[in-house]
C-alpha cells in the first residue's frame, strides 16, 4: 500500500507536525513500508484468535481512592514560558 | 408534512470520588487554579496512571441498576486529538470495549404512560481541563484541575421522539446516580453535562435522518428549549429544499439559538486505539454480586412501595421520589407525624416546596425539619389548629425556633372549641349586622359565607370551622 502527498499531509497535521515538501516523500516511502508489514500481517487467518488488548496478559491493578498528592504548581509551572494567577497561558484559542 | 423527531442523549456525569480517576490528585471542586493537577493530570513524561478502585465499583453499580450486562473485561483506548486543555494529546476513555453495555430505564411521560428507553453503553473516562478565556495579554488561560476527573459517559440508543421525553430520561439518570451515590448531580458546577443527537425524518419512515449534536447543555430546561429550535431548524431547512449536515452545535441562551461551533479542525479523526499505560480492567462474578449487595432502594422501587404501602397516588409518589432527599425527608416526616402519608405529601409538596423555591433553597437547606413538620401535622390531624392556622404555623416554624405545640401554645393559636366562647362572637357578629340577618331570614341564604367570614375574623380564625357553622346555623334560624 503506498500513502499519496496528501495523505501524509492530513497524518502531519492531526500530529500537529510541520514537515518540509522534500520530507513528504520520504515519510510517504516510511509509512507505506509499515502498512505493508501490517498486509502481510493481514494474510494470517486470524479468526479462533482473541484480540489481545496488552501484551501483558495480566489484569489491571487498582489503588485506593485517597488523595495521595499534594500541590506542586510552582514545581509543576517552572517548565511553562507564560504563567499569571497560577494558570498556564497559550496562545488565544476560542471555539 | 408529518415529521418525527429523533433523539438520542449522551450525559456525562462526574464520579464523586475524592481522587482522580488515574492519579491520587484531589477532585475537590473550586481550588485555586493547578493546585490539584498532579503529574500524572499533566501527563509528564514518565507517569504511569493506576485506575482508581472506586470508579470501577460506581461504573459497575450504575450497571447493574439499569440492568444492563457489566463486561469481565474491559479496555482503556486513548482518543487523540489537540487542544490546551487536553495536556496529554489524548484523552483516556473507553471505545470497542466499555464497562457496561445494553442497559434500559423506564421513564414516565407527562400523560402518565411510561416508555422504556434503552442505554447503548456507559463508560470511563477522564475529564479534560479548563479553558478561561478572558483576556491575558490576549492569551488563554488554562487550568488543569479538571483533568483527570472521573466521567460515566452514558449513551443511549436514539429512543426518544420529543424534547419532553429527552428531559425525561435525563432526569430519570439524574436522579439515579444521585440515589446510587455515586454522582452529585451538580449542573452548576458541571458534574452532570448532557449532549444531544437530534435528528428528523418523514413519519413512516424507518431511515434515520442525518443528526446534529448539541453540546453542553447544562440544565433541564436548556436541553427542551436547544433541542426544540434545533428539531424547527431541520423541519425549516429541509422544507425549504436544503439538507442537514451532520455537524457539532452549540446552544446560545441569551440569542435563544443554536449555532455551529466555530471549529478549523477537520473532521474529526480520534484515531482511538489500546492504552499502553493501562491493562484490562478485569471483574468476575463474586465482584458484581459483591457490588450488587450494595444497591439501594431504587426511585422506581420506592415508588411502588408509597403506592402500596402508604396509598400515595402514582403522580404524587413520582414527585417524592424523584431526588432521595425528598423522599428520604417525606418518609421522616409520615414517620414524625405516625402516618398520615397523604397529609405529609400535600404538606411538603405544597407548602413546604415552594417556600424552598421562593428562599432558592433546597430540601437538604430546608429550614423546617421532618420532625417540626410532623410535629405541625399532627396538630392538624387531632384538629388542635384549623388548616388555615396551620398555614401561620407553618410559617413561623420557617422563621423561628421550637416546636409546632410551642409555637401554638406562644403565639395563641389554639382552635376554639368552646362553645360558649364561638356563641358569644357569633351573638356580637349578629347584633352589629342586623341587615343580613334579615335578609338570611328572608331567604337569601348566601349570606351565610358573610357571617362565617365575620366570626373567623372575630375568633381570629382560631375557631373550629365546622362548630361555626352548626351554630351559626342554629342561631340565624330562631
Redesign the interface.
Known amino acids: 500500500m503506498s500513502l499519496q502527498p496528501n495523505e501524509i499531509e492530513?497524518i502531519a497535521?492531526?500530529a500537529?507536525l510541520a514537515i518540509s515538501e522534500t520530507d513528504k516523500s520520504v515519510y510517504a516511502e516510511n509509512l507505506s513500508s509499515i502498512l505493508d508489514l501490517v498486509e502481510q500481517m493481514n494474510a494470517v487467518n486470524t479468526a479462533d484468535i482473541v484480540p489481545l488488548?496488552?501484551p501483558?496478559n495480566?489484569?489491571?491493578?487498582?489503588?485506593?481512592?485517597?488523595?495521595?498528592?499534594t500541590?506542586?504548581?510552582e514545581l509543576?509551572?517552572e517548565n511553562s514560558p507564560?504563567v499569571?494567577?497560577?494558570?498556564?497561558?497559550?496562545?488565544?484559542?476560542?471555539? | 408534512m408529518q415529521w418525527e423527531v429523533v433523539i438520542g442523549l449522551e450525559i456525562h456525569a462526574q464520579l464523586a470520588?475524592?481522587?482522580k480517576i488515574f492519579?491520587?490528585?484531589?477532585t475537590a471542586y473550586g481550588a485555586?487554579?493547578?493546585?490539584?493537577?498532579?503529574?500524572i493530570d499533566?501527563g509528564?513524561p514518565g507517569v504511569l496512571p493506576?485506575?482508581?478502585?472506586?470508579?470501577?465499583r460506581m461504573a459497575v453499580l450504575f450497571g447493574l441498576a439499569i440492568n444492563a450486562d457489566i463486561s469481565r473485561?474491559s479496555?482503556f483506548a486513548r482518543k487523540?486529538y489537540?487542544?490546551?486543555d487536553l495536556p496529554k494529546g489524548y484523552q483516556i476513555s473507553q471505545m470497542d470495549?466499555p464497562i457496561v453495555k445494553n442497559g434500559s430505564l423506564e421513564i414516565e411521560l407527562e400523560d402518565g404512560q411510561t416508555k422504556v428507553i434503552a442505554l447503548t453503553r456507559a463508560h470511563l473516562e477522564e475529564d479534560a481541563g479548563k479553558?478561561?478565556?478572558e483576556d491575558?495579554?490576549?492569551?488563554?488561560?488554562?487550568?488543569?484541575n479538571r483533568a483527570g476527573t472521573p466521567l460515566l459517559e452514558i449513551v443511549s440508543e436514539p429512543d426518544m421522539r420529543s424534547a419532553k421525553e429527552a428531559v425525561a430520561f435525563m432526569k430519570k439518570i439524574h436522579s439515579l446516580v444521585q440515589y446510587l451515590g455515586i454522582c452529585d448531580g451538580n449542573m452548576q458546577e458541571g458534574s452532570f453535562r448532557c449532549d444531544a443527537n437530534v435528528s428528523v425524518r418523514p413519519k413512516g419512515q424507518e431511515k434515520l435522518g442525518t443528526r446534529t449534536e448539541l453540546k453542553n447543555i447544562n440544565s433541564f430546561r436548556f436541553v427542551e428549549k436547544a433541542i426544540n429550535l434545533e428539531v424547527e431548524r431541520q423541519i425549516e431547512l429541509i422544507e425549504d429544499g436544503g439538507t442537514i449536515t451532520q455537524e457539532t452545535r452549540l446552544y446560545d441562551a441569551d440569542r435563544d439559538e443554536t449555532r455551529p461551533?466555530?471549529?478549523k479542525e477537520?473532521a474529526n479523526?480520534y484515531?482511538y486505539f489500546?492504552d499502553?499505560d493501562?491493562?484490562?480492567?478485569?471483574v468476575d462474578d463474586a465482584y458484581i454480586e459483591q457490588v450488587r449487595t450494595q444497591l439501594p432502594e431504587l426511585p422506581a422501587e420506592k415508588k411502588a412501595r408509597f403506592i402500596a404501602e402508604l396509598a400515595l397516588s402514582s403522580q404524587d409518589a413520582e414527585m417524592l421520589t424523584a431526588q432521595k432527599e425528598l423522599a428520604d425527608f417525606f418518609e421522616s416526616t409520615v414517620e414524625a407525624a405516625n402516618g398520615e402519608a397523604k397529609l405529609c405529601a400535600n404538606w411538603i409538596m405544597g407548602e413546604l416546596v415552594a417556600t424552598l423555591n421562593k428562599s432558592g433553597k433546597d430540601i437538604s437547606q430546608s429550614n423546617i425539619s421532618p420532625e417540626r413538620l410532623g410535629g405541625l401535622i399532627q396538630r392538624i390531624k387531632d384538629n388542635t389548629i384549623s388548616g388555615k392556622i396551620a398555614k401561620s404555623v407553618f410559617e413561623f416554624l420557617w422563621n423561628e425556633e421550637g416546636t409546632a405545640d410551642e409555637i401554638i401554645e406562644r403565639k395563641g393559636l389554639k382552635q376554639v372549641t368552646d362553645s360558649g366562647f364561638i356563641e358569644k362572637i357569633i351573638a356580637e357578629v349578629m347584633t352589629n349586622n342586623p341587615e343580613q340577618v334579615e335578609q338570611y331570614r328572608s331567604g337569601k341564604e348566601k349570606v351565610f359565607g358573610f357571617f362565617v367570614g365575620k366570626v373567623m375574623q372575630a375568633s381570629q380564625g382560631k375557631a373550629n370551622p365546622a362548630q361555626v357553622n352548626q351554630l351559626l346555623k342554629d342561631k340565624l334560624k330562631s
Not at chain 1, 495480566?58 to 498528592?69: A, C, F, G, N, Y
Not at chain 1, 499569571?84 to 471555539?95: A, C, D, H, T
Open positions: 492530513k497535521h492531526l500537529r488488548a496488552h501483558l495480566e489484569p489491571q491493578r487498582l489503588r485506593d481512592d485517597v488523595t495521595s498528592e500541590d506542586q504548581r509543576l509551572q507564560t499569571e494567577k497560577g494558570l498556564f497561558l497559550v496562545p488565544k484559542v476560542l471555539e | 470520588t475524592k481522587s492519579s491520587g490528585a484531589s485555586e487554579p493547578n493546585t490539584q493537577a498532579c503529574a499533566l509528564l493506576v485506575l482508581n478502585k472506586e470508579v470501577l473485561q479496555v487523540n489537540f487542544y490546551p470495549l479553558s478561561l478565556h491575558f495579554a490576549g492569551m488563554t488561560g488554562i487550568d488543569l461551533m466555530r471549529s477537520e479523526d484515531r489500546p499502553p493501562l491493562l484490562p480492567v478485569e
